[in-house]
């Protein structure tokens, strides 16, 4: 019987045309049955036009099918769910980011974690639990795979609301990495191997191995020797260097997260903003890309329509994870974001982890980590505290719980008072009231 695989959110024309791409390219899904579900039409029919062009040139059976704003109805029967969401566009996100920077906050993406990344997860957690009540009801055995951010505080939410249902997030930033460094010391992908754990975005790679030899001191050598690497990567490459361990996500994002590279101008002008690699940490970076793209978004899809068709498949975890759960069952390691039940043991019980974990027959499977070095546990233990304190605020609608969460955020301390801080949160929450009525006044 084919399986069924439902995209909510599926109208995001990248994440949906590459994942049911690498769907395709198992033989257990070939003649799945696709389901495409988002709230514009417009959105599902460019999706659509790119995925009969996949279905074409793969020869594939498979069913696509649409669902407009119909959740329930995608979700009916199906075997996988992957979850590709925005709660809120441009003209909403750019408070996240705006009011900060107005008090004094430098942020760069703002979708992860700090001031940004909380009311992000405030706007997106409801609509989230509403997703996981559909599925417990319609589709309790599905396996949920989200790549929504900020990833590790919905992943937090859904988790602890729905405990029996099988969710875990995915994040591209591990692999990503991974590839990065292998690439500055010119490894083979095939001969590395690694041990990655923490946080989302915040998580280091406790061994990075080529043939079995501890590549640590090689990575070192490049960096310092290289200016080019030097300067590919300079936040990261300064945390690794103070910290010893190379952290998963980009500068300009790690940036945002530490109270060490946007607190003065002088620091902000050395670390953030001449990088070479693909964030930078430029203030507003990622808004300002946005509000472009409001503009140009069907004009850039139609230069994608027009670009051939590659059967290839790509680096993201989901199409094996499925594989390996209910497709062929090949066993399948990748990095999640699952609850921390005995697997981080200096990390608080039952925040959001990024944990090596397996897929297979048996369902989703997370490897104990055990405890991290010293100076990483108290990094994240600080990040998950936040968010922990964040997604509680969430949960119970107590709007002092976001405003501790803010307070305690490295880099928004470390520029802000306590007076500051708690104006800039009444500022957002009134800027975000359209989303936030289940806050308690």
């Given at each position: 019987?084919?399986?069924?695989?439902t995209?909510?959110g599926g109208?995001s024309?990248?994440?949906t045309?590459?994942?049911?791409?690498?769907?395709?390219?198992?033989?257990?899904?070939?003649d799945?049955?696709?389901?495409?579900m988002?709230?514009?039409?417009e959105r599902?029919?460019?999706?659509?036009?790119?995925?009969?062009?996949?279905?074409?040139?793969?020869?594939y059976?498979?069913?696509?099918?649409?669902y407009?704003?119909?959740?329930?109805?995608a979700?009916?029967?199906?075997?996988?769910?992957?979850?590709?969401?925005?709660?809120?566009?441009?003209n909403?996100?750019?408070?996240?980011v705006e009011?900060p920077?107005?008090?004094?906050?430098?942020?760069n993406?703002?979708?992860?974690?700090?001031?940004?990344?909380?009311?992000?997860?405030l706007?997106?957690i409801?609509?989230?639990l509403?997703?996981c009540?559909d599925?417990?009801?319609?589709?309790?055995?599905?396996?949920?795979?989200n790549?929504?951010?900020?990833?590790?505080?919905?992943c937090?939410?859904m988790?602890k609301?729905?405990?029996?249902?099988?969710i875990t997030?995915?994040?591209h930033?591990?692999?990503g990495?991974?590839e990065?460094?292998?690439s500055?010391i010119?490894?083979?992908?095939?001969?590395v191997?690694?041990?990655?754990?923490?946080?989302?975005?915040q998580?280091?790679?406790?061994?990075?191995?080529?043939k079995?030899?501890?590549?640590?001191?090689?990575?070192?050598?490049?960096i310092?020797?290289?200016?080019?690497r030097?300067?590919d990567?300079?936040?990261?490459?300064?945390?690794?260097?103070?910290?010893?361990?190379?952290?998963?996500?980009?500068?300009g994002?790690?940036?945002?997260?530490?109270?060490?590279?946007?607190k003065r101008?002088?620091?902000?002008?050395?670390?953030?903003?001449?990088?070479?690699?693909?964030?930078?940490?430029?203030?507003?970076?990622?808004?300002?890309?946005y509000?472009?793209r409001?503009g140009?978004?069907k004009?850039?899809?139609?230069?994608?329509?027009k670009?051939?068709?590659d059967?290839?498949?790509?680096?993201?975890y989901?199409?094996?994870?499925?594989?390996?759960?209910?497709?062929d069952?090949?066993?399948?390691?990748f990095?999640?974001n699952?609850?921390n039940?005995g697997?981080i043991d200096?990390?608080?019980?039952?925040?959001?982890?990024?944990?090596?974990?397996?897929?297979?027959?048996?369902?989703?499977?997370?490897?104990?980590?055990g405890s991290?070095?010293?100076q990483?546990?108290?990094?994240n233990?600080?990040?998950a505290?936040?968010e922990?304190?964040?997604?509680?605020?969430?949960?119970e609608g107590?709007?002092?719980?976001?405003?501790?969460?803010?307070?305690f955020?490295?880099?928004t301390?470390?520029?802000?008072?306590m007076?500051?801080?708690?104006?800039?949160?009444d500022?957002?929450?009134?800027a975000?009231?359209?989303?936030?009525?289940?806050?308690?006044d």
């Amino acid at each position: 019987m084919p399986k069924v695989i439902t995209f909510i959110g599926g109208g995001s024309f990248g994440f949906t045309s590459s994942l049911v791409r690498d769907l395709l390219t198992f033989p257990a899904f070939k003649d799945a049955e696709l389901r495409i579900m988002d709230i514009s039409q417009e959105r599902i029919d460019d999706v659509v036009k790119r995925l009969n062009r996949i279905k074409e040139a793969g020869n594939y059976p498979c069913t696509i099918k649409t669902y407009l704003n119909d959740r329930k109805a995608a979700l009916d029967g199906a075997d996988g769910v992957v979850c590709t969401i925005l709660q809120g566009g441009a003209n909403v996100f750019r408070y996240d980011v705006e009011i900060p920077i107005k008090y004094g906050v430098s942020i760069n993406v703002g979708d992860t974690r700090g001031p940004s990344g909380i009311f992000r997860a405030l706007r997106t957690i409801p609509v989230m639990l509403d997703i996981c009540k559909d599925i417990k009801e319609i589709c309790p055995k599905a396996i949920f795979l989200n790549y929504t951010n900020p990833m590790a505080m919905l992943c937090n939410a859904m988790q602890k609301s729905y405990p029996e249902l099988s969710i875990t997030g995915l994040c591209h930033s591990v692999q990503g990495t991974a590839e990065m460094l292998a690439s500055w010391i010119g490894a083979d992908m095939k001969d590395v191997t690694y041990l990655c754990a923490g946080v989302n975005h915040q998580a280091h790679y406790l061994k990075y191995e080529v043939k079995g030899e501890d590549a640590y001191p090689q990575i070192r050598k490049v960096i310092s020797e290289n200016p080019d690497r030097l300067h590919d990567e300079p936040v990261r490459n300064e945390m690794f260097f103070k910290l010893g361990y190379y952290v998963t996500e980009s500068s300009g994002h790690n940036s945002e997260y530490v109270a060490w590279f946007r607190k003065r101008k002088d620091l902000y002008e050395k670390y953030c903003t001449d990088a070479g690699g693909w964030n930078p940490g430029v203030e507003r970076y990622i808004l300002d890309e946005y509000l472009k793209r409001e503009g140009n978004w069907k004009d850039a899809i139609a230069e994608e329509l027009k670009k051939d068709v590659d059967l290839k498949r790509g680096q993201e975890y989901a199409a094996c994870i499925f594989n390996a759960i209910f497709g062929d069952n090949t066993p399948f390691k990748f990095n999640g974001n699952i609850p921390n039940k005995g697997l981080i043991d200096n990390l608080p019980p039952d925040c959001c982890v990024e944990v090596p974990v397996w897929a297979s027959k048996n369902g989703l499977e997370a490897v104990k980590v055990g405890s991290l070095p010293d100076q990483l546990a108290l990094l994240n233990n600080i990040t998950a505290r936040c968010e922990e304190l964040a997604v509680k605020g969430a949960l119970e609608g107590d709007k002092t719980k976001v405003y501790h969460a803010c307070l305690f955020d490295p880099l928004t301390s470390a520029v802000l008072s306590m007076d500051e801080i708690k104006n800039m949160v009444d500022e957002m929450f009134e800027a975000n009231k359209d989303y936030l009525g289940y806050f308690k006044d």
